[in-house]
């Protein structure tokens, strides 16, 4: 979990061993990512950019809880 502003927010950290990404990275859900950013696209605090420095992506809500293989086959798309 990361806490920002008040609010838990889940994270994972997966180990991927792909060609296109390797290590661990932690992800986290599209509402952090909301809460993050203002409707302009800026950081709404340095904190938020600290935080989100610190992500390596974000997946939706309801995916974070999915297999890490799941998730792994997920971001591998996303970056693809």
Do not use: W
């Not at 290590?23 to 989100?52: F, N, P």
């Amino acid at each position: 979990m990361l806490r920002f502003e008040g609010e838990d927010y889940p994270t994972r950290l997966i180990a991927f061993d792909l060609p296109e990404i390797s290590g661990k990275h932690l992800i986290s859900v599209d509402s952090l990512d909301v809460a993050l950013m203002t409707k302009d696209g800026c950081y709404v605090s340095e904190e938020a950019r600290a935080v989100d420095e610190k992500i390596f992506v974000y997946v939706p809500d309801k995916m974070i809880d999915a297999e890490e293989n799941t998730l792994i086959q997920y971001v591998k798309e996303m970056v693809a």
